[in-house]
């Protein structure tokens, strides 16, 4: 065989093996992803809300300083132990540095009171903004309303109301029902301005418009009738030395209200002790050491609206004094 075939001859079973080789290769199946499985985010247990009236929670009770300090602190820390006697429910209480201090600390955002026992005026103010909602009314000497009074010195030469014209004037609060806001309709009434034809200040209680007044430091006064009393141990003359001018229409009395975060089984427990406490001689005892209540009776905030519509006939808003 000639040289050349030989060489021809392998060189096409080189390159059929080759191509064989080539050919008949399996390819390598790529591996198949498989995709994750999700993990659901853990959940956050949300905090289990802890009961209020308990020490590391206890309902703050604010009083307004219609008095003195501490009697008044004294009176209602008295009665919040005896709601404790009776519920097993911690409350704290605390006298505002004013009335308006007393219904911030019910309308904060989270309230700094959960309870109140604001005036009148005052309940009417927080009441409007919808920070608390009135559930007790107090009785005193067998009423829930109440009467205002202005009072003089014997000496000042004041008989009657237009008598106050150019003469020093001591009231209890901008907000004090009997102490401000029901005197000023009546010294408006007699045709004085009380912010220009006299010269006022505020006290910050009724007793202390009496002993001012009876000191001298003003002429005239409003207070609740009759917060002469008030001073009479230390000064037994005080009713020689001040006396009526004149009186004010009846004038719905304070209470106990709450803040609407309070919840309603909450509030029948404190409610119902309460009027218990009331017929007791102890509870009788702290109720007229705090606030001279002689008992309470249940109502809501309607028990108020007359006296919203004779503010509204006088043209006083509530919302102009917040």
Request: glycine fraction near 8%.
């Amino acid at each position: 065989m000639p040289k050349h075939s030989l060489f021809l001859g392998l060189s096409l079973l080189v390159i059929g093996a080759m191509l064989a080789a080539c050919g008949g290769a399996t390819p390598t199946a790529a591996p198949t992803e498989v995709p994750p499985t999700p993990v659901p985010p853990t959940a956050t247990p949300e905090p289990t809300p802890i009961p209020w009236g308990t020490e590391t929670n206890p309902i703050k009770w604010v009083f307004v300083p219609s008095g003195e300090l501490e009697r008044v602190s004294a009176g209602a820390q008295a009665v919040a132990d005896l709601i404790y006697q009776q519920t097993g429910l911690v409350i704290e209480t605390f006298v505002a540095t004013d009335y308006t201090a007393a219904i911030e600390a019910m309308c904060a955002e989270p309230p700094q009171a959960q309870m109140s026992s604001l005036a009148t005026f005052a309940y009417i103010v927080a009441a409007d903004r919808g920070c608390a909602e009135a559930e007790l009314v107090s009785v005193r000497r067998g009423s829930t309303t109440y009467t205002g009074q202005i009072i003089a010195r014997t000496d000042a030469g004041i008989e009657t109301l237009a008598d106050l014209a150019g003469k020093t004037f001591c009231g209890v609060d901008e907000t004090s029902t009997s102490g401000w806001i029901i005197p000023s309709i009546m010294i408006r009434a007699a045709g004085l301005d009380p912010e220009t034809d006299m010269t006022v200040t505020f006290a910050g209680s009724h007793d202390a418009v009496v002993a001012a007044v009876y000191a001298g430091d003003c002429q005239a006064g409003a207070t609740y009738v009759d917060a002469r009393t008030r001073i009479e141990t230390d000064h037994p003359d005080v009713m020689e030395v001040i006396k009526q001018v004149e009186v004010s229409i009846g004038i719905p009395n304070d209470g106990v209200q709450y803040s609407p975060v309070l919840p309603r089984e909450i509030r029948d427990q404190i409610n119902n002790a309460l009027l218990a406490i009331a017929q007791t001689e102890e509870g009788k005892a702290a109720l007229d050491t705090a606030y001279q209540w002689g008992g309470l009776e249940l109502h809501d905030d309607t028990f108020y609206d007359p006296f919203r519509q004779l503010l509204d006939a006088a043209g006083i808003a509530p919302s102009e004094l917040q």
